[in-house]
């Protein structure tokens, strides 16, 4: 086998049709654009989804959902992750610093999800219920 002689196997792929070339190749005249209309004139195009007038489908649809705008910038922290901490005052740059979290992460919510051993105090961190609870009960404090 050589690479210049490759080529597709038989009646894989099929030559274009040349429209507009006589009357004896089945497509000559009006060149398979059917007689009138704006689709048969040269440069004449719809837009995308018209439908002759009609409340095109993408407009009868009822829109669903939404982008959140601070997805990008919010994080949750799980409670035994915050062992990974150095030092017991928990903040956003202590939790970039320890890896947790992005450089874009603005906001952060710890959740109640594992144990904490030790008293850490959030700072600029929000906690769930269950969390606080947790972290109040380690003998640290949110802020």
Do not use: W, Y
């Not at 004449?44 to 959902?65: C, S, T, V, Y």
């Not at 982008?67 to 030092?87: F, I, N, Q, T």
């Not at 609870?133 to 802020?143: D, L, N, T």
């Amino acid at each position: 086998m050589r690479l210049n002689g490759l080529k597709p196997a038989a009646g894989s792929r099929t030559l274009a049709r040349r429209v507009g070339r006589g009357m004896g190749s089945g497509s000559g005249k009006t060149a398979g654009r059917g007689d009138k209309g704006q689709k048969s004139r040269s440069g004449g195009h719809l837009k995308i989804g018209f439908e002759g007038g009609q409340m095109p489908l993408q407009r009868r649809l009822p829109k669903r959902g939404f982008r959140s705008r601070m997805a990008g910038k919010s994080a949750h922290v799980r409670l035994d992750e915050l062992s990974r901490v150095a030092g017991s005052v928990v903040d956003l740059v202590s939790l970039r610093d320890a890896a947790l979290i992005g450089h874009k992460i603005e906001r952060v919510k710890v959740i109640a999800s594992g144990r904490i051993d030790r008293a850490v105090t959030l700072k600029g961190v929000e906690a769930t219920r269950g969390a606080r609870a947790e972290i109040e009960k380690a003998g640290g404090k949110v802020e």
